[in-house]
């Protein structure tokens, strides 16, 4: 089966229809989309910050993280959720987008290095002490992490206007 009759299967389900139909669908999912983004990005920029040592400095490295990973994984949640209904809605705009599969790839590298960043210390037993100070590489990892949240921001962004 080609990817157009899959869009074309997609388009034409009632699913997409009604999503499409009910003005106030899409604006909505795009308005909760756009919330979800902002939560995200703004809890992975504190705590990026925080390992990067240019933030908070004076809290704990391992409070910082667990206190923000909750909210980065609940707004992806979110993100997948509103976006699917976006791509149910307008799957022949979205699904041949290169910029679309563009995002794709740096949400899954971007919250796979946001991930690996933070594993070690939401799994540290509680007892043990934090260091005041992440290892460079995991500083350069946290900086890396801030420029592709940034540009998966800037490629969703990107989509209404390529082809």
Request: with cysteine; proline share 5%; charged share 15%.
């Amino acid at each position: 089966m080609s990817s157009s009759l899959i869009i074309a299967w997609i388009y034409g389900s009632p699913l997409s229809t009604a999503i499409r139909d009910i003005l106030w669908v899409i604006p909505t999912v795009q308005s909760i989309h756009i919330i979800a983004i902002t939560v995200l990005f703004g809890s992975a920029l504190i705590s990026d910050l925080r390992l990067a040592g240019v933030f908070a400095s004076d809290e704990p490295l391992r409070g910082i993280v667990r206190r923000y990973y909750p909210w980065m994984r609940n707004a992806l949640i979110v993100l997948l959720c509103t976006g699917l209904v976006m791509i149910i809605a307008e799957p022949d705009r979205v699904l041949v987008n290169s910029t679309f599969w563009l995002k794709m790839v740096l949400v899954v590298a971007a919250f796979s290095l946001t991930w690996l960043l933070r594993r070690p210390l939401l799994r540290r037993p509680a007892g043990n002490v934090d260091s005041d100070d992440a290892p460079g590489s995991v500083k350069a990892c946290a900086w890396l992490s801030i420029g592709l949240w940034c540009v998966v921001i800037i490629c969703g962004r990107w989509i209404a206007y390529t082809i």
